[in-house]
Structure formats: structure tokens, C-alpha cells
């Protein structure tokens, strides 16, 4: 699998799809500043958690197999 391909991430309020090197960092003042895992949609500005890799790899699989 290729990790050139940017992941593909669909914002949680306005459902628009954005690739993850898109999206903002969702906040510069957190103290977790630049440790937490969410992302600003370049949209709608909401602030989306990032989702887990092993649940990306598990679409895939389904996507894959479905056929």
C-alpha cells in the first residue's frame, strides 16, 4: 500500500470531503499544542478528530472484499 496517496477525510458538521494535508491545525493555544490528533475542516472550520489508522486499513479491507 502507498503512502503517497493523501487520506481522504469527511468533516463531521458540513459532510465535505478534504484531503488530511488540507485540513488546519485546530489550535495553535491548546496545550496539547501540536500532541492532540484533530483537524480544522478548510470548509466549515470545524474541528474533526482524526480517525484512527487500523479503522482506515479496516475500510479498505470491506471495500476491497465487498465486491
Do not use: K
Not at 35 to 46: I, N, Q, S, V
Request: hydrophobic share 35%; proline share 4%.
Amino acid at each position: 500500500m502507498s503512502q503517497a496517496t493523501a487520506r481522504i477525510m469527511i468533516c463531521g458538521f458540513c459532510a465535505r470531503e478534504f484531503e488530511e494535508d488540507r485540513a488546519q491545525t485546530a489550535c495553535g493555544s491548546c496545550l496539547l499544542n501540536g500532541g492532540c490528533r484533530w483537524a480544522r475542516c478548510p470548509h466549515c472550520g470545524y474541528e474533526n478528530p482524526e480517525s484512527p489508522r487500523w479503522m482506515d486499513r479496516l475500510a479498505t479491507w470491506v471495500d476491497r472484499h465487498a465486491r
